[in-house]
């Protein structure tokens, strides 16, 4: 017998596209003395396939190989070095022939390495060192006396529209005083989808105290952005309870970072130094733009657990709903939970396809232009950014060096010393980048980081959040998205993640089990599956904060009975 290989492989993203030409992108090129224009249907890493009138497919046939191509969008024009005619098919609809076209690229080098967290930090003595001295820094704090900390500084930036972003700044100095003479280094954090400035602080306070430690100066600052989550501006729908993010756009994340560097810039004046810029998640996304566009005084771009491109991190994270293709399809989406955040995904998904921000083609081409050296950092276990697209997109040509770190945690860290030994690697690599020699990284003690962060916890204002609604809409859905949170149900993943849950219950007979925030029902419908049979007799208590949630808990316990032949278990919702 004999192996067949397909003719071509595409991106299981790029299949919503397929049969459907895109208004998003046409490639222009001068073929036999005339202008030839193909309609862009789908796009990956390698090449596109495009739909061409029958009168120009024997010119494109003919060539198959075509030089000084260009790619329009919404966004603009990208030249195309050289393309080749892959394949062409039959008349695809009427007056139209489907072409293949592949890009051919050289792959730049990409120093890879996979860092082990020192397991060392987790042992018992560290943490009791650690404790003990969070309690005497704690102690000496409430009785006014011991080591001073920082007061907050907050700086108050503003847009070409002069609304504006609070942001919080971080240095070796005292930040409301006068700038320090000599160098002074400047790190940006932008803000990650959803998460506001102050979840960035340990990551600043790490990096002032290597810097410190290395006998050199830095101010780091960390913002809200616009109509963002936080204290910046935002417009009066997206004040109202609950509505932080529904008007976010990613593209405004990319203004926001500008505003925020080219301000900064201004307040160090003749003291400023090199720049670093440490974007996490899908900030990074924003970080590329902004470096590709050309941003002046950036020495070192960062991007740990970054995302490529936004539209696969917003799948992935959407238990694998494609919010950005069927948005591209024209779909009308309204307003959906993003990673727990009411997004207004027809505004927001526009946004990011009509100003290239969308696709893992769109930043290929902004990697291209990127001439500053670059770093990724990204977890052996993260399973929100896939690192085969992160490597596809260091290895694009381009003039700045190219890093890939693999850590051992996931895409958030979840332990004080997995986030720590992170937060070490980050400062290291960025201190060493912009210092132009090796430096080690230096913590801060422990109480001083609590003490900080308590600092910013008490000046911080309280949005009104209505928990119950929110909970609600998680986990029964809307009217755009009526799964809610059972759309994890329908991946492998969960079932698997369910199934070694139910193992490692080890019920007996008459066992009762209490499952507390129950939701919709899936671990207690799981018990009844797997355990009813094996462990008579066992008892059932649902617990959840959203009612409608438990009668859709009841409903699943009852089908599940039914679905292994056996009467309900008793049940106390």
């Given at each position: 017998?004999?192996?067949?290989l ?30 030839r ?23 494109f046939?003919?060539a198959?190989?075509l ?14 070095a050289?393309l ?13 022939v ?6 051919p ?6 120093q890879?390495?996979?860092v082990?967290i ?14 003990i001295?969070h309690?005497?820094g ?6 006014g006396?011991g ?14 529209a ?6 919080l700044a971080n240095?070796?100095?005292?930040p409301?005083?006068?700038?320090p003479p ?6 940006l954090?932008p ?6 400035k102050?979840t960035l602080?340990?990551v600043?306070l790490?990096?002032v105290e ?17 109509n963002?989550?936080?204290?910046s ?5 997206s ?9 976010w ?9 500008r ?18 810029i440490?974007?996490?998640s899908?900030?990074a ?21 970054g995302?490529?491109?936004?539209r ?15 948005r591209a ?29 969308a696709?893992?083609?769109d930043a ?11 770093t ?13 697209r992160?490597e ?5 040509p ?14 958030f860290?979840?332990?004080s010393?997995?986030?720590?030994e ?16 090796q ?9 001083l ?12 204002p309280?949005?009104?959040?209505d928990?119950?609604?929110w ?12 799964l ?5 149900a ?10 070694d849950?139910?193992e490692?219950?080890a ?11 129950c939701g ?6 799981a ?6 049979r094996?462990?008579?007799g066992?008892?059932l ?10 009668e859709?808990?009841?409903r699943?316990?009852s ?6 032949g056996?009467?309900?278990p008793?049940?106390?919702?």
């Amino acid at each position: 017998s004999s192996i067949m290989l397909p003719e071509r492989v595409f991106l299981p993203e790029r299949r919503v596209l397929e049969r459907e030409a895109s208004a998003h992108a046409v490639l222009r090129v001068e073929l036999e003395g005339r202008t030839r224009i193909a309609q862009i249907e789908q796009l990956d890493a390698n090449g596109f396939s495009a739909l061409i009138d029958v009168a120009d497919a024997p010119a494109f046939a003919k060539a198959r190989e075509l030089t000084g191509a260009r790619l329009i969008r919404a966004a603009g024009e990208t030249p195309i070095a050289s393309l080749r005619v892959a394949w062409n098919a039959q008349v695809a609809e009427e007056g139209k022939v489907r072409f293949g076209f592949t890009r051919p690229h050289q792959r730049t080098p990409v120093q890879s390495e996979e860092v082990q967290i020192a397991q060392s930090r987790k042992t018992l003595l560290h943490r009791t060192i650690f404790g003990i001295q969070h309690y005497i820094g704690g102690f000496l704090g409430r009785v006014g006396v011991g080591p001073r900390v920082p007061n907050v500084s907050v700086k108050e930036f503003r847009d070409e529209a002069g609304r504006p972003i609070v942001a919080l700044a971080n240095a070796t100095f005292n930040p409301d005083g006068p700038v320090p003479p000599g160098r002074v280094h400047l790190v940006l954090l932008p803000p990650p989808f959803a998460r506001r400035k102050e979840t960035l602080a340990s990551v600043a306070l790490v990096i002032v105290e290597t810097f410190k430690a290395a006998g050199e100066h830095v101010a780091v600052f960390r913002y809200d952005g616009l109509n963002h989550l936080g204290e910046s501006w935002r417009d009066e729908v997206s004040r109202a309870p609950d509505m932080a993010m529904l008007h976010w756009k990613l593209s405004q994340t990319v203004t926001d970072l500008r505003t925020v560097h080219q301000a900064a810039a201004v307040w160090l004046g003749q003291s400023l130094g090199r720049t670093a810029i440490i974007s996490f998640s899908m900030a990074a996304v924003a970080a590329r733009r902004y470096l590709a566009d050309g941003a002046v005084g950036v020495d070192y771009w960062l991007a740990p657990m970054g995302a490529p491109d936004a539209r696969d991190i917003i799948k992935n994270s959407s238990g694998g709903i494609d919010w950005v293709g069927m948005r591209a399809k024209g779909r009308a989406l309204g307003a959906n939970l993003v990673q727990g955040h009411l997004l207004d995904c027809d505004q927001g998904c526009d946004d990011m396809l009509d100003h290239g921000l969308a696709e893992l083609e769109d930043a290929r081409a902004d990697m291209a232009k990127i001439k500053q050296p670059v770093t990724w950092v990204l977890g052996l276990h993260d399973y929100w950014v896939n690192p085969s697209r992160v490597e596809d997109l260091l290895g694009v040509p381009a003039p700045g060096g190219r890093e890939f770190v693999r850590v051992p945690t996931g895409h958030f860290l979840r332990s004080s010393s997995d986030a720590f030994e992170v937060f070490r690697i980050l400062s290291r690599r960025t201190a060493t980048h912009l210092l132009g020699r090796q430096v080690d990284a230096t913590l801060p003690p422990t109480w001083l980081i609590e003490r900080v962060l308590e600092q910013e916890r008490v000046r911080r204002p309280v949005d009104v959040f209505d928990a119950r609604t929110w909970w609600t809409q998680y986990l029964r859905g809307n009217q755009n998205n009526p799964l809610g949170f059972d759309v994890l149900a329908l991946t492998d993943e969960y079932d698997g993640m369910m199934q070694d849950q139910m193992e490692l219950l080890a019920l007996e007979p008459e066992d009762r089990v209490a499952d507390i925030g129950c939701g919709t029902g899936n671990g207690l419908a799981a018990i009844v599956r797997t355990w009813l049979r094996r462990a008579p007799g066992v008892q059932l208590d649902a617990v959840d904060f959203v009612q409608p949630a438990l009668e859709t808990a009841r409903r699943k316990v009852s089908r599940a009975a039914v679905e292994v032949g056996l009467k309900p278990p008793t049940v106390q919702y």
